[in-house]
């Protein structure tokens, strides 16, 4: 995962993407094969901020997931990139939609006691870095904030696991920076507090 002020990519290769995204908008088949590699590292890095701490043996692997996400993505009929900062957004939500749904899934075979198998956890590093969570008590705080603010939680998406910088995830959310800094303190902070209160 890109550190919240490393870029994830110089800007001849996001302007390339862009144009790429929308080519593939516009119904240009042929630039799906030159945004993969254009866009792969950046998706390979969001998958890892999933699977950070993740157990070695997990039955989904990052490397399925980039490509999985790529595929639904690139095949949506109703894709409407407006740029890469924008195609990493819904990434990064595609991603985390995935992997909630897996871990559900794992959890319904526990309960269902398919043959006595042991199922670990899905587990990362919240982003204070300080404890590890669930995923599924993730998505349901990232759900709480939402309903509170639905921003906060637009930007824990964005800087968090899709690796944006601050002036990214503005740009994806059309505010200043200083405005993405502020709201990211209040909603690490709370997302901290409603992931304790749960656990307790």
Do not use: C
């Amino acid at each position: 995962m890109a550190a919240a002020n490393e870029p994830l990519q110089g800007p001849q290769e996001s302007n390339e993407a862009t144009r790429l995204l929308l080519r593939i908008r516009e119904g240009d088949v042929a630039a799906v094969d030159q945004l993969l590699p254009l866009v792969y590292e950046q998706l390979r890095r969001i998958a890892g901020g999933y699977f950070r701490d993740q157990p070695a043996d997990h039955t989904l692997q990052p490397t399925a997931l980039v490509h999985e996400v790529f595929l639904k993505m690139i095949h949506r009929s109703e894709a409407s990139w407006n740029n890469r900062n924008h195609f990493l957004a819904v990434a990064a939500q595609a991603m985390r939609q995935i992997l909630t749904d897996h871990a559900r899934g794992k959890r319904r075979d526990k309960r269902g006691g398919k043959g006595g198998e042991r199922v670990p956890l899905e587990r990362l590093a919240t982003p204070s870095g300080e404890s590890e969570l669930d995923i599924l008590q993730l998505e349901n705080a990232l759900n709480q904030l939402a309903e509170v603010d639905s921003r906060q939680a637009k930007i824990i998406e964005l800087w968090f696991f899709a690796g944006l910088t601050a002036e990214e995830t503005a740009s994806v959310l059309d505010v200043s920076d200083r405005t993405i800094r502020r709201e990211w303190r209040h909603a690490r902070a709370w997302l901290n507090q409603a992931m304790s209160s749960e656990q307790a």
